[in-house]
């Protein structure tokens, strides 16, 4: 497809264990980011980045949560020792280039539930 | 740092009503993007429509306009013949013109259409 693609749709997990959240960019896409959605809030930053580096993770909220895009192209968000105040929808976004005049792209998401 | 403030959590139109969402936000910055999203349950973040602080003129598109007030920090979406797809959460959003930091959203505001 087209779109920005995440997987899986909904994952659930019990607390204390690791998951991967995956992301595919619309091919071409220099910029991407993660965004997490709680309940009933809107979108919070937790990282982007441009190219391979991470340009800016200063909305990571603690060291359990880490981000790599190793080929500049997909993007995986690593969670470790899961919390069940981590549950929420993990949204990622590409666009052409980082900035205000290249509109971001979104995927439909991933929900994660931690029991 | 920006913030973003959407101060109707729900609202509700008749189908082909005229509806108004309001964003205010707060910044001292003076060259910036302002954005609505909309989010339908299948969660991804569609733009609707962008508004650069530089112009005067208020963006339309199509059945959707704003109203945005520099001097207020106010930036509203007219929603005009409302239709049943347009039922979704809608969130307001602010990037600054340097593209240095991320894009800020507010909470939403839940907009049902009614038949």
């Known amino acids: 497809g087209a779109g920005v693609s995440q997987t899986p749709s909904n994952k659930v997990t019990e607390k204390g264990k690791y998951v991967e959240l995956r992301c595919d960019p619309i091919s071409g896409h220099t910029a991407l980011y993660w965004y997490r959605q709680s309940l009933g809030q809107g979108p919070e930053f937790l990282i982007y980045?441009?190219?391979?580096?991470?340009?800016?993770d200063s909305g990571l909220p603690n060291d359990r949560f880490f981000a790599v895009r190793p080929e500049g192209s997909v993007s995986t968000l690593k969670i470790q020792r899961t919390e069940r105040g981590d549950s929420a929808v993990y949204l990622c976004a590409s666009s052409l280039v980082s900035g205000y005049n290249s509109p971001l792209h979104f995927g439909n998401g991933t929900r994660l539930t931690v029991t | 740092a920006q913030t973003v403030t959407q101060s109707q959590p729900e609202m509700s139109v008749q189908e082909a009503e005229t509806v108004t969402l309001s964003c205010t936000y707060d910044t001292s910055e003076n060259n910036y993007y302002l954005f609505w999203y909309k989010q339908p349950p299948s969660r991804q973040m569609i733009l609707v429509i962008r508004?650069?602080?530089?112009?005067?003129q208020n963006a339309t598109e199509n059945r959707f306009s704003v109203n945005f007030q520099k001097a207020a920090k106010s930036f509203s979406l007219k929603i005009s013949d409302s239709q049943l797809g347009d039922t979704a959460m809608y969130f307001c959003?602010?990037?600054?013109?340097?593209?240095?930091?991320?894009?800020?959203f507010g909470k939403g505001t839940r907009l049902s259409v009614i038949a």
């Open positions: 508004q650069e602080a530089y112009k005067q």
């Open positions: 959003a602010f990037i600054h013109i340097s593209g240095n930091t991320p894009l800020v």
């Open positions: 980045f441009q190219g391979t580096g991470a340009a800016d």
